[in-house]
């Protein structure tokens, strides 16, 4: 059998703010799937920002276990984690975070060339990522001139084009209206679908929960 892309096993995380202690995890137990879209919900401070750190290698628990492709992350240096970061996992934004000076061809590019990916093929894979997303004719724009809709997929299409393992999604669809929103989820479901990629989506948005393949609710630090 395969490993899960992404597991966590008694995860604990705490905070201190000022004398107070937060616990963020109080032992969540979680394992995403090669192709899943996993939308996990719960209430503002529930801890799904944790989650949503941990499993992008941003921050590290206190106690428990993760294992990213079935390997333990526990010992891993900050440098090993970056690459880890930078050639396994995806990252899509509710502010989409484009980079406005750079046209939309050279956002979906930036990830292939950090990685060193040779001139020719980043051409080739950018051109394919944004036909995939519907937007090869954008390709010179910057985005500015695009909608939020379609900056969105631009986001998605930079997450995917190094054609990651596990993309980590905080609010994609928080911002767009319900006709924009269906078209994102359907992009990220196709995605995950074609590729074997797994996405875990902090949400509010009942439109995108009802349609991902699993949901599960986090509160007060523990999934219920």
Not at 121 to 146: C, F, S
Not at 149 to 165: D, E, F, M, N, T
Not at 181 to 192: H, I, K, N, P, T
Request: aromatic share 4%; glycine share 10%; net charge neutral.
């Amino acid at each position: 059998m395969t490993a899960p892309v992404m597991t966590l096993r008694g995860v604990r995380k705490t905070y201190r703010l000022g004398q107070h202690v937060i616990e963020a995890l109080r032992g969540v137990d979680l394992a995403l799937e090669s192709g899943e879209l996993l939308a996990l919900t719960g209430p503002s401070g529930s801890g799904k920002s944790t989650v949503l750190n941990l499993c992008g290698l941003i921050d590290r628990p206190d106690s428990g276990a993760i294992e990213l492709a079935g390997q333990s992350v526990a010992g891993l240096g900050e440098a090993e984690r970056t690459l880890l970061r930078r050639d396994l996992l995806g990252f899509v934004f509710q502010s989409f975070n484009l980079v406005p000076v750079m046209t939309v061809a050279e956002n979906v590019d930036y990830p292939l060339f950090l990685s060193g990916v040779p001139a020719r093929e980043r051409r080739e894979r950018v051109a394919a990522q944004l036909a995939a997303v519907g937007l090869a004719e954008h390709a010179r724009h910057r985005p500015d001139a695009l909608s939020g809709g379609q900056r969105q997929r631009v986001a998605i299409a930079r997450a995917l084009v190094k054609h990651p393992r596990l993309v980590i999604a905080d609010e994609p669809t928080a911002s767009l209206d319900s006709h924009t929103a269906g078209q994102v989820l359907d992009l990220m479901r196709e995605s995950a679908h074609a590729h074997g990629a797994a996405f875990i989506i902090a949400t509010h948005d009942a439109r995108l929960t009802g349609r991902c393949d699993r949901v599960v609710n986090l509160l007060d630090g523990k999934l219920q």
